[in-house]
């Protein structure tokens, strides 16, 4: 008879991993600091189906196991099942370069859509940019595409100075961008 094991962590009952062993070896899996294994004919039990309460398997209900599934991408959120909801664990450093991040893949997405692949980058925008302004100011005479150019650029700047002077997740989670027509 197969058995099944979950490996979950002591503290929040999370489970990591799941499998099938041989009958009695389910014992024998090394589920390493801060986990445990639960193990048995009952499963499987696996992250999205199941916690670990008191040492037992607990479904989740059809709302919970949504709402793990509609977890946002981004690294840092953890499921609680305390309060059967996703918590966010990022650093602020770290909600600012995810954040960055986000804004420049958007900008990259807006430029490409455009203007091309030969132009999807917001490095190449900020140079382009930089090489315009340098050049005089009675010499400019920008087409459309340079100028939009110049002003997705600037929304670009202005988005992550906006990110940098944030001092909370919430604050750097509210900066929108203010993207050219």
């Not at 916690?51 to 919970?64: D, N, S």
């Not at 132009?119 to 340098?134: C, F, H, K, P, Q």
Request: proline residues 4%; aromatic residues 6%; hydrophobic residues 45%.
């Amino acid at each position: 008879m197969i058995e099944h094991y979950a490996i979950y962590e002591t503290a929040g009952g999370n489970i990591r991993q799941w499998g099938t062993c041989g009958p009695g070896e389910g014992a024998l899996v090394q589920p390493g600091a801060g986990r445990a294994v639960i193990h048995g004919a009952s499963g499987p039990w696996t992250a999205l189906t199941h916690y670990v309460a008191a040492g037992m398997p607990v479904a989740y209900t059809a709302e919970q196991t949504a709402a793990k599934k509609a977890r946002p991408a981004a690294r840092g959120y953890a499921w609680d099942n305390t309060t059967m909801s996703l918590a966010d664990g990022r650093t602020l450093a770290e909600t600012k370069a995810q954040k960055r991040q986000s804004i420049r893949a958007e900008a990259r997405q807006r430029v490409v859509a455009r203007m091309g692949e030969f132009m999807g980058d917001a490095d190449m925008l900020t140079l382009v940019r930089t090489i315009y302004l340098s050049i005089a100011a009675a010499a400019r005479q920008p087409t459309a595409d340079m100028q939009w150019l110049i002003d997705m650029a600037q929304a670009v700047q202005t988005a992550a100075a906006a990110v940098t002077a944030a001092n909370t997740k919430a604050k750097v989670e509210a900066v929108t961008v203010a993207w050219p027509a």
